[in-house]
T-cell receptor, first 112, second 114 residues
Framework: TQLLEQSPQFLSIQEGENLTVYCNSSSVFSSLQWYRQEPGEGPVLLVTVVTGGEVKKLKRLTFQFGDARKDSSLHITAAQPGDTGLYLCAGGYGGSQGNLIFGKGTKLSVKP | NAGVMQNPRHLVRRRGQEARLRCSPMKGHSHVYWYRQLPEEGLKFMVYLQKENIIDESGMPKERFSAEFPKEGPSILRIQQVVRGDSAAYFC????????????FGSGTRLTVV
């Protein structure tokens, strides 16, 4: 069974601080995606990474896929209250078919 | 350009009744996935469908649960004889070319069994 472990499980910070959340697995994934979910809503796709070592930036968010394609990180610079939410990573294990495996998420709270 | 539409948003059923959850994928998306989310748990895969075909149902409980995606109309997740343990948020997602291209999720159906 492939598992994605996310850490930390909870994170509460002040506005303006930087943070990093992690997503780790013992399995190799062909692609890895990050989503953000707000209460009462479905997850929203933030980014997809497919190449080992790949780094993608989305405004204040920086996503990195590990060289071995087993882990990923999400770094947020100068966090804002609007960044509050549940951050989920999801791994795909090849081909154009099949499902994504989701981690349990990191629940981020950014206080003004 | 509507996204993934799920209905109803909230569904209350008594134990033993049937629950029908509907999902209309984004226009142009032919791949549909159903996931279940329990409080403090991650999203758990249930079933992957394309039009008129079940591609992967490895996450579906063997009894009481079924899914379809007919040629016309929405995808349906059906739960027969619901029990309290079925209470959860059920999310549908669609994608144009499979999981490597990212999912678009609906807002979910929150099923409560009383």
């Amino acid at each position: 069974t492939q598992l994605l472990e996310q850490s930390p499980q909870f994170l509460s910070i002040q506005e303006g601080e930087n943070l990093t959340v992690y997503c780790n697995s013992s399995s190799v994934f062909s692609s890895l995606q990050w989503y953000r979910q707000e209460p009462g809503e479905g997850p929203v796709l933030l980014v997809t990474v497919v190449t080992g070592g790949e780094v993608k930036k989305l405004k204040r968010l920086t996503f990195q896929f590990g060289d071995a394609r087993k882990d990923s990180s999400l770094h947020i610079t100068a966090a804002q209250p609007g960044d509050t939410g549940l951050y989920l990573c999801a791994g795909g294990y090849g081909g154009s078919q099949g499902n994504l495996i989701f981690g349990k998420g990191t629940k981020l709270s950014v206080k003004p | 350009n509507a996204g993934v539409m799920q209905n109803p948003r909230h569904l209350v059923r008594r134990r033993g009744q049937e629950a029908r959850l509907r999902c209309s994928p984004m226009k142009g998306h032919s791949h549909v996935y159903w996931y279940r989310q329990l409080p403090e748990e991650g999203l758990k895969f249930m079933v992957y469908l394309q039009k008129e075909n079940i591609i992967d149902e490895s996450g579906m409980p063997k009894e009481r649960f079924s899914a379809e995606f007919p040629k016309e109309g929405p995808s349906i997740l059906r739960i027969q004889q619901v029990v309290r343990g079925d209470s959860a948020a059920y999310f549908c997602a669609s994608s144009p070319l499979g999981q490597g291209h990212g999912y678009t999720f609906g807002s979910g159906t929150r099923l409560t069994v009383v």
